[in-house]
């Protein structure tokens, strides 16, 4: 019998490793950033390519596949909301640190 986890699982599990891996990065980006006088908006715009990266194979499924791929979306989605979580709370995390 072939079991799949419900959507809601996959949607948070995609979410929780975008959000860990884009805010760690984010904040080590920043320290880096802070420490060879980067200016912090090419830090933020570097960050989001790579999250426009990051969510490109799923993107690519759901378009080559005429939406018929929902695992895709469900992927997608939780990406997306990841890295944006992340992309926007790591600059206050970074400040507080006292990098930006």
Not at 11 to 21: E, K, S, T
Not at 42 to 66: K, M
Not at 91 to 98: A, E, R
Request: with cysteine; proline share 3%.
């Amino acid at each position: 019998m072939y079991h799949t986890f419900p959507d809601e699982y996959v949607r948070a599990q995609m979410a929780v490793g975008a959000i860990v891996l884009f805010g760690v990065l984010r904040v080590i980006g920043a320290a880096m950033g802070a420490e060879r006088g980067w200016r912090m908006s090419t830090v933020n715009w570097s960050f989001i390519g790579a999250a426009v990266v990051f969510c490109l194979p799923q993107l690519f499924d759901l378009l080559a596949y005429a939406f018929a791929s929902h695992k895709a979306l469900v992927e997608l989605e939780g990406k997306a909301v990841g890295c944006a979580v992340a992309l926007f709370f790591a600059p206050i995390v970074s400040h507080k640190l006292g990098y930006e």
